[in-house]
């Protein structure tokens, strides 16, 4: 209803959805679980689907909220009666005072989100950076361990190189041999130790991540629950709708 209402009219009946219909039934979650998403549950196709799926009738729409002339006396009703709670909102229905209101309830709704929001950030940013601690302190160990590997099988090549300076070509292509040999396993280790090491920082940050993502889509979700929340609160008085909507 943020923006309109759409219904269908057949043999004198007109079928609309209401929150209640939507989210209070059994069919309702039928519905929900059929739709691809929110904005399609109280279309025309989410009306025939409810009503199992009846063909037929005229279908209407209606984006203009300025006289209840425009919509069929059931609606004027329901919306009246708050029935359509939950399913957006239209300020064309409030006073230019009780807009003001509404107005302010959705600032400090907007407030209490962004501050919902900054804490989830803050939490992921704190998880990641332990994350990223342990790695570099993993890696920095697996490179130690190799450069002290290293260093023990160049001062073995240069012994054995200074050993035999007279059978220089044949030891030190040994040495050399043995060297090298020393260095390949070494590395290898290095290696694997990083990539192990940047695979658990990966593991770590991943769901830290998705907790965060997931705070900010519940924090935005009571944003939008308390937006909606103030205005049909507000709506609710009397004296705060539009003469023709009370």
Do not use: H, P, S, V
């Given at each position: 209803m943020c923006d309109f209402i759409s219904w269908i009219e057949k043999d004198g009946q007109v079928y609309y959805l209401t929150y209640r219909d939507i989210y209070n039934t059994r069919r309702g979650k039928e519905l929900r679980n059929h739709c691809m998403s929110e904005d399609d549950l109280s279309g025309h196709?989410?009306?025939?689907?409810?009503?199992?799926?009846?063909?037929?009738?005229?279908?209407?729409?209606?984006t203009d909220f300025t006289t209840p002339a425009n919509f069929p006396p059931e609606i004027v009703e329901d919306i009246k009666a708050g029935k359509f709670r939950g399913l957006g909102i239209n300020k064309e229905l409030l006073?230019?005072?009780?807009?003001?209101?509404?107005?302010?309830?959705?600032?400090?709704?907007?407030?209490?989100?962004?501050?919902?929001?900054?804490?989830?950030?803050?939490l992921y940013e704190e998880a990641k950076a332990q994350a990223l601690k342990l790695y570099e302190e993993a890696n920095a160990q697996a490179c130690k361990l190799y450069e002290e590997t290293e260093a023990q099988a160049l001062k073995l090549y240069e012994e054995a190189k200074a050993q035999a300076w007279k059978l220089y070509k044949e030891t030190e292509a040994q040495a050399l041999k043995l060297y090298e040999e020393a260095k390949a396993p070494a590395w290898k280790l290095y290696k694997e130790a990083k990539a192990q090491a940047w695979k658990l920082y990966k593991e770590t940050e991943a769901p830290a991540l998705k907790l965060y993502e997931e705070a900010k889509a519940q924090a935005w979700k009571l944003y939008e629950e308390a937006k909606a929340q103030g205005f049909w609160d507000i709506f609710k008085i009397v004296k705060n709708r539009k003469k023709l909507w009370r």
């Open positions: 196709g989410a009306i025939r689907y409810y009503y199992d799926n009846f063909i037929g009738g005229a279908q209407k729409e209606c006073t230019a005072q009780a807009l003001k209101l509404y107005e302010e309830a959705k600032a400090q709704a907007l407030k209490l989100y962004e501050e919902a929001k900054a804490q989830a950030w803050k």
